[in-house]
Each structure stands twice: as structure tokens, then as C-alpha cells.
């Protein structure tokens, strides 16, 4: 099994080595390269086409939210997740826009960290529960301000389709939905690919914001 290829974007040379030592020693990962600013990062993505792109938010030159667009734009099926020692909810916000896959704190045990970036390559999402939390509370507040609930045909989703969004919404990982629908995990990966399409999304966490946005969870 090949390793997964792994960027690392941060400001602070001390740190890189840090997260790249602390990952290397996983046998699924494989550090192919360092940046120290978002500019750098993006010409580095583009050269060495990493699978995983591990950034921090507050750099010189660019920041790693603006950064990530362009990253995902060039490499849409490369993960991007942010770091940072702020909670700041606009830049969590804007970096899930942007098309980030995760999103933690700085401040996580190192031996979480490496279980929220094995997860990407099962196709979850790496949030820090502080972040979760923002994040579900956030779609509270959204769901609450939505007086129509959105009917799933609206986005040309099929009930399956809407049945399997509802389940991401929820948090359920690809193989819990396998089980709950009684199908295989390759049909459950068609259609989130089918679902994403549609709605013109690239990850989980944009495909649980618009179910909450929208009220397809109650």
C-alpha cells in the first residue's frame, strides 16, 4: 500500500519539523515537503501534488485561509487541513468555504492529531471538538432562522441521495451508512460523489453545512 503524500505550510521551521517527525513515523504517511507561507504552499501543492496539505492559519506573505482556496482550486482532491492556536470562528468558517477539510487547534495531543489526519484517508473529516462544537452551533442558529424546510427534488438529489446527506449531516462515517442503508461502501462513496456534484461541494463538512442551512436535518 502506497503512502499517502503529506505538505506541510507553517511559518515556524521548529514546528514543521515537529509535525513532520511526529507523522513520518506512521507507516500510511510520507512527508514529501515543507513551506513556510501560503504563497510558497501553493507553489509547492502545484510541484509536488500531496494527497494531504497540513497548514497553518496566520502566515506571512498569505494566509493559509486564502491559501486553501487556491490549493483546492488547482488539486480539488487534495485535503487541506488548517492549524491553528486561535479559535477565531470567521477564519474556521472561511477556511470550510474555501474547501478545507479539517480544522484543529494547535494545542491538540499529538496522539489526536495523528488519529484526525489517519481519518482523512477514510474519507472523515479532522475537526477539533472545540471546533465541532462552533460549527454545530452555528447550524443550529441557521436551522432555527429557516422557516421552510428545503424539499431534497429541489437540488435534483434522489431519496437515497437525500437519505445518505442526511446521515453525513449527522456524522455517520462512510461504513456506518453502508450498514444503516443496507448497501456497500462503494455505493455510499457514488453517491456522495453524485450528491457533491450536484450541489457543487468538495468535502463532508460543506455537505453537512447545506443540509443543516437548508433543513434537510431536523
Known amino acids: 500500500m502506497s503512502k499517502a503524500k503529506v505538505l506541510l505550510v507553517d511559518d ?15 507507516g500510511q504517511l510520507e512527508i514529501v515537503g515543507e513551506a513556510s507561507n501560503g504563497l510558497e504552499g501553493i507553489v509547492k501543492a502545484k510541484e509536488l501534488k500531496p494527497d494531504i496539505v497540513i497548514m497553518d492559519v496566520e502566515m506571512p506573505e498569505m494566509n493559509g485561509v486564502e491559501a486553501v482556496a487556491y490549493i483546492k482550486k488547482a488539486l480539488p482532491e487534495c485535503k487541506v487541513v488548517m492549524l491553528t492556536i486561535s479559535d477565531n470562528d470567521e477564519n ?16 491538540i495531543d499529538p496522539d489526536d492529531m495523528v488519529k484526525e ?21 452555528e447550524f443550529s442558529n441557521i436551522s432555527k432562522r429557516e422557516k421552510e424546510v428545503i424539499n431534497p427534488q429541489k437540488y435534483n438529489l434522489t431519496d437515497r441521495e437525500a437519505e445518505v446527506l442526511t446521515l453525513v449531516a449527522q456524522g455517520f462515517t462512510n461504513k456506518e451508512i453502508s450498514f444503516q442503508l443496507s448497501i456497500t461502501e462503494n455505493t455510499v462513496k457514488n453517491h456522495l460523489y453524485n450528491i457533491m456534484e450536484k450541489l457543487h461541494l468538495q468535502n463532508r463538512v460543506q455537505l453537512a453545512s447545506f443540509a443543516w442551512r437548508e433543513g ?3
Open 12 to 26: 515556524h521551521a521548529l514546528f514543521r519539523k515537529g509535525i513532520a517527525s511526529l507523522l513520518n513515523e506512521q
Open 117 to 137: 489526519i489517519l481519518g482523512l484517508l477514510r474519507g472523515e473529516a479532522a475537526i477539533s471538538k472545540t471546533m465541532a462544537s462552533k460549527i454545530l452551533k
Open 216 to 218: 434537510l436535518v431536523n
Open 92 to 107: 474556521l468558517f472561511n477556511s470550510i468555504r474555501n474547501g478545507a477539510q479539517g480544522y484543529l487547534l494547535k494545542s
